[in-house]
């Protein structure tokens, strides 16, 4: 290895797949393979990816590239791989995305070290993004003791560790933690967006939950760039749809986006689909502000009305009627 960079074959997976343009794309941004500690060879991982519906993944093994080139043939040519990294220091671990062919991140340090920003500068020399992985896991190591300040991202739903519970305590703790500080940093004026991804170890695992990004090519660059900007929702499946749009003055705006309101009323509406008997929540920087429920069937509009004075944004959680999170959004930032 010579500074952090592997030799490698040059089969490393292309960087776009062709002739998908403009459009909403999920992805699962936090996986493993037999390569690290996973037990699905990168194969039966691209399958999986298939099979829950997604169009992108981003390989993620502990503290290696090792894995980097061998997934072009496995991913083909619908499937966009992502090459990454989950870098697991001593206090908490991060996903190091959109990193070259072969570099390598340290993770020998800890919070004490100091060592963390050096780090988040060399993954965004490379045009990368930088996210805060399961905040609050509960062991060793796994709970994130860094700032965000310098992080482009927070994962607030990870994947269970076993196949068949999708939402977990860890979660609730870290979008609860993300809520609360949205307010003050739109008001600052930059916002940390939010992610959800499976960290799949185990077969049944891909894609529960998974990040929907409005991007403007199936491009590793063009999916980074819709995270990056907040342009984006976590859905629990590829069963579950949502859409947020906020109006005012003859004006719209969506997930992700700005909308200049002024002094008029804005009309928030939520468009959703794959979770019956659900309930939609509002949230703004007061909190919960508005409840609605969602048929048998799982499809509904729900529409709701605020204004700039009451509130600098609105974000939508869904949950199934036994509490456990279906899909939940980004803000849309009222202005």
Known sequence: MDNGILNLPPEAPPGRVAGRGRGWYRGDCHVHSVHSDGELTPQELTAA???????????????????HGVWRRPAGDDLLVILGEEVTTRT?????????????????YGVRDGRIDGHLDE????????????????YASGTFMYPYQGFDVVEVWNGAWSSDVP????NEAALAEWGRGLAADIHRGRWRPAMGNSDTHLAGQMGVPHTVVLAEELSAEAVLAGIRAGRSW??????VELSCTASAGGRSAGIGERLMAGDAPAEVRVDVRGVPSGTVAFHTERGVAHRASLPGSGAGTVEWRTRTADSAFVRIEVRHPDGQMAALCNPVVLA
Not at 93 to 104: D, F, S, T
């Open 49 to 67: 990816a298939r099979s829950a519906g997604l169009d992108f993944l981003a390989t993620t093994e502990h503290n290696t590239a090792e894995a």
């Open 92 to 108: 908490g671990h991060w996903l190091a995305l959109g990193i070259r062919p072969g570099q390598v991140v340290d993770w020998r």
């Open 123 to 138: 993954v965004h020399r490379a045009g990368g993004l930088c996210v805060a992985a399961h905040p609050h896991a509960p």
């Open 167 to 170: 939402w977990n305590a860890d």
């Open 234 to 239: 976590i859905a629990g499946s590829a069963a």
